[in-house]
């Protein structure tokens, strides 16, 4: 394997790793209570200032654990005192309260730290080169990502598979009604659901911040591209929104990895000028950011349940 | 236990379905609930647990629980199985049943244990995930889910719907036992003859409205309430 493939290969890991952060919450959320929540991006964002912010005072290492925990936080108070209150009214009155606050914190993020990106400095061992292949240094830094979104998901994996409240979030994600029947207190579990939900993109903000530059667009930018793994993952499913976020990852890392226009690609010589020649000189690299949005498009319509989805979305 | 309901009134959106409901379940005994379909039977018992929007009293020994949300409900001694058995598909047997129980350990009464022994069926298949099993293992699956809480009053919505006759006869044989332990129970059953068999009392519903109530064998010496409410 050539080396730049090699290096590819390991971004798009790195990137898919990061996505699967940042949607196994929103996946879990959305299955157990159909909650659209538009914010989720937000709070990515909100864990990389605060994990900015707090870098300086306390050190990135404390900062990218406890700037999770306060982004948890405030995704509970807004479970707790938005979302269940309008609950009543249904999916639409929730998506708009989702809606409303991921602009809210956009301009809030303006006003405390700024229009432009924030400086998001990481300490000198993890910007120190973890190898060199074929003379370009591969960053001890995204292999600390990759190790800690792995590490989240086996936590997350085996809380859902062992603990009696993974296994009643388990049958709530198809039948949250029944497991109220049984005497457990739903509303609440939504809450906690939810706060972990959106510690766990506040982590991704954390540790992603500083690779993928933290600065207002930043939710903006990532958020609709978290939707689409949590379609094509498919709904209640974990293991389909790791899934999904890889081949997101991959495709998008590998489309701007190897780029070439489209008639290089079909081995075809350059079309030269006029007619058509403009639409086979797209290169994949501009394709690329279209590519989650086709995959999104097609699984809607050729299998609404995704990947590993347990229902229909 | 004794479950006392006054003018108890239930609404989806707009439409009224239960209007006005009153009855009685008193300590151990089988309450039958009859009536031709769509006429409320399975919005009473939701009323009861508090899954539909209602208003009415609801006495349990005496205290209210009207105004409690179902696991609240299910707190106070109520245990619910749903016309659709709703067994969580994914999880296991054991994990379903493990479910059921709330309190997380055992207190006596009917046990994991106890409900694996009396149904070798589910023991074969308690590291099966739930949705593999046939109707009618499902439907006892889900019985002894409700029954590990260990309830005073157990609401059962058609249990043996769409069931072989074998199953039919362990679902009521499940039902009588559930009674002769001492906890009470308000069945729908659309096969009368089953339902006649097993119950004390039986109510008979019209258009969210109780007509009837009284013993069974009141009910069977009056085959004109019968013909009128639930022939079709
Ligand atoms: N979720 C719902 N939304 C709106 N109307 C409903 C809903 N569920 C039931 N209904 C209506 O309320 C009435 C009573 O329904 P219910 O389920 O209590 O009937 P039932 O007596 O149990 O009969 P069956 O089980 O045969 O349908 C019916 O007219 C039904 O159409
Ligand atoms: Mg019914």
Redesign the interface.
Known sequence: MSSLLILSLLNGLAYGLLLFLLSSGLTLIFSMMGVLNFAHASFYMLGAYLGFQLSAVTGFWVAIIISPILVGLIGAAVERFGLRKVHAQGHVAELLLTFGLAFLIEEVVQLVWGRSAVNFVLPQILRDPMFVLDGVAYPTYRIFMMAVALGMLAVVIVFLRTT?VG??V??AL??P???????????RLFTQVFAVGSALAGLAGAIGGAVLVTEPAMARELGPIVFVVVVVGGLGSVFGAFVASLIIGMVQTLAIGFDRPIYAMLGFGSPGEGGLAELWSVSLAQIAPLLPYLLLVLTLIFRPRGIAG?RDL | MTLVVSGLHAWYGHSHVLQGVDFEVGPGEIVALLGRNGVGRSTTLKAL?G?VERRGRVLLDGARIDRL???QV??RGLA?V?EDR?V????TVE?NL???N?R?RAEGGWTKPDVLSRFPRLAERAKVPAGALSGGEQQLLSMC??LL?NPRLMLIDEPTEGLAPAMVTQVKELIVEIAARGCAVLLVEQKLTIALKIASRVLVMVHGQMVFQDSTAAFIAAPEIRRRYLEV
């Open positions: 009696r296994l009643l388990q049958a198809g039948l009604r029944m497991v109220g029947m049984l005497g457990y207190n739903v509303p347990t | 647990m899954d949300d179902p696991h299910v707190r619910y749903p709703q969580f598909p994914t999880l994990q493990d479910l059921g709330w997380g889910r409700s809480s």
